[in-house]
């Protein structure tokens, strides 16, 4: 119990996760909805290191993936300021509940 | 006292100090640690790298337990100061602390490689952009459009109820996974690079011109209208 394996980061990924989740249902801030998919994506990147250590084969597979989640993550954040500064540039706020041009 | 510092800076500051003294001296005693055993001195020459040789020691021991909860907890309080944080500055300021000690964790993991590209990308790339989107995108940094009480509540309890579930679900013994490290070898950045350039090229390359669309993509969507 007190040695630490897999399941504690498993707990730990997973209690980050929520937190997240909890950041992009509550927050109205289009930034702010962002720094919530960045800590759903860390707490991926968490699970992924840990199974890549806690296995009984060696490689690198988990590492690569979490690599990859890092610079896919980059370029979202990046696209996704410019569609931010679009939307302010048009509404005037990046309140998402404002930006409803598309509702049917 | 410092000279043209309030109480309450000084204060604050010193309750930042001593958050930040464990960052400082627990790597500090692993590494004595480390000086201090010549068995494990010889390995660290063995491997040729002292992230990799760190690694080899803290795992496993009563070290790799205590650094765990230090820096987990660092990682789920920063996280929780995320979710209550009312301004975006603040909330970027505790992603900060949460992608540290994140990257503390993978150093744990033995990733030291990845530890590090997490610093440098994810804590000085992808946070600063956040940050000037800040900048670009309200009058005043302090902005706040806030939930409602009801929506809050509801948000809350989706999310209590889904971390109870995974939490039940990785706790027990329904799943296969191992549960203790295996004897894998630390991976080097010789071994990932090899494998970014044979296994997985493909992807590689596919992420480079991801990389050079979204740059295009990004410069073309936040250009000044004219």
């Given amino acids: 119990m007190f040695t630490v394996g897999l399941t504690h980061y498993l707990v730990l990924a997973a209690a980050v996760f929520c937190c997240g989740l909890f950041v992009m249902m509550t927050k109205r801030n289009a930034i702010g909805i962002l720094i919530g998919v960045e800590l759903l994506l860390n707490s991926v990147n968490i699970n992924l290191v840990a199974f890549d250590r806690y296995r009984p084969i060696g490689g690198t597979d988990g590492q690569i993936s979490a690599l990859f989640v890092i610079v896919l993550a980059a370029a979202e954040a990046a696209v996704a300021v410019a569609i931010c500064m679009n939307l302010y540039s048009n509404l005037n706020t990046i309140d998402v509940d404002r930006g409803d041009a598309l509702h049917g | ?226």
Wanted: glycine share 10%.
């Fill in chain 2, 1 to 226: 006292m410092i000279v043209g510092m309030n109480r309450s800076a000084a204060r604050r500051m010193c309750v930042w100090l001593a958050l930040a003294a464990p960052v400082v001296i627990v790597p500090a005693t692993a590494r004595s640690q480390i000086d201090e055993s010549p068995a494990k001195s010889a390995d660290i020459d063995a491997s040729g790298a002292t992230s990799s040789g760190l690694t080899t020691v803290v795992q496993g021991g009563f070290v790799e337990t205590i650094l765990f909860y230090l820096f987990g907890g660092a990682v789920l309080a920063s996280a929780i100061g995320v979710c209550v944080s009312k301004s975006v500055v603040r909330m970027a300021v505790w992603l900060f602390g949460t992608l540290g000690a994140v990257a503390v964790l993978y150093l744990l993991l033995g990733a030291a490689f990845l530890g590090a590209v997490q610093l440098i990308v994810y804590a000085g790339g992808t946070l600063i952009l956040l940050i000037f989107g800040v900048m670009l995108t309200t009058k005043s940094p302090w902005v706040r459009f806030e939930a409602t009480t009801s929506e809050m509540l509801a948000a809350g309890g989706v999310v209590v109820a889904l971390f109870i579930g995974l939490a039940t679900v990785v706790a027990s013994d329904m799943t296969r996974w191992p549960t203790q490290a295996g004897v894998n070898e630390v991976a080097t950045v010789k071994s990932l690079g090899e494998s970014l350039l044979t296994t997985y090229l493909v992807p590689f390359e596919a992420a480079s011109v991801v990389l050079l669309v979204v740059m295009i993509g990004a410069a073309y969507l936040a250009r000044q209208e004219r």
